[in-house]
C-alpha cells in the first residue's frame, strides 16, 4: 500500500513538474511584476500574469528588452530563460529583492543565460538562488553574466559556456558580490574574470581551479592580476590579487597562480 502511494505521489510531482506553464515577455524593457509583459501562449488562451513558482519564465524579445528586478520584487519561477531561441535577445537587471529559480520543466535546465539569443544577467544587489538546479551562462550563443554586487546562490553546477558549438560562449565578470555554486564547469568558449567579489565552490576543487586558471579560463583583472585560491572549511575560495606591476610575473598569456589552505 504504501509503495502505490510513493508511486502515486511522484507521478504527480513529475506531472506538476512537466506541466508547467511558459510565459513568455512580450513588453518592451521594463519591470518583472507587470503582468501585463508576460504571455502565456502554449495554451492558446494567452493568459497574462507575473510567472511564479509552478511557471516557467521566457525572456526574450526582437524589442532585446531590459527587465528589472529591484528591492519591491520578490520573484520565483520553476525555470527561467534569458535570450531564447525566437527573437532577438534579452537582459535581466537585478538590483535587490530575490529571485528563486527551480530546476525547470525537465528537472535539469534551471537558469540559462544566453539559450539560442544573446542574454545578459546584471546582478548588482539583493539575491539569486538556483534551488537545487543548474545555471548555464551561454548556452548555444553568448551569455554574459556581470556581478557588481549581491548574492547568487547556485544550489548544483554553475556551467559557462556548456555548449562550445552554435556559437556559444559564455563570459562572468565579478566586480563584486559573491557567487556560491555546488560545482563549476568552464567551458572552451568559457572565461570568469575577477576584479573584485569572491567565488566559492563546494568542496576541494584546488586543482581544478588551478588547471582553469592555467587554460586562461579563470583570470584576474582582465589577465593583469593574480588568481588566489584556498581550501577554508568546506568551500574552494578563489579571489582576484592585485599587485605592483613588479611583483606580476607574466610568462606569455599566463597569468602568477597563488594557492594556498587553510
Known sequence: ??????????LLVMTSISAADIYWWTGDSGRWDVAGSWVEMDSGNYNTKVPDAADEARIDSSYNPVVLIDSAITAEVQGLTVGFDYNGGATLDVTGGSLTVGRGRDDFWGFSVGNGKPGVVNISGGSVLCQWSNMFIGNWATGELNMTGGLLNVNQQLNVSNNSTGGSAGVVHLDGGEIWAGALEVGNNGVIDITDGVLKIWGDHLALIDSYIASNKIIALGGTGMVESELSGDW??????????SLVLLLGSSVLMLRKRK
Open 236 to 245: 574552494t575560495v578563489v579571489t582576484a590579487v592585485p599587485e605592483p606591476a
Open 1 to 10: 500500500m504504501f509503495k502505490k502511494m510513493l508511486v502515486c505521489f511522484l
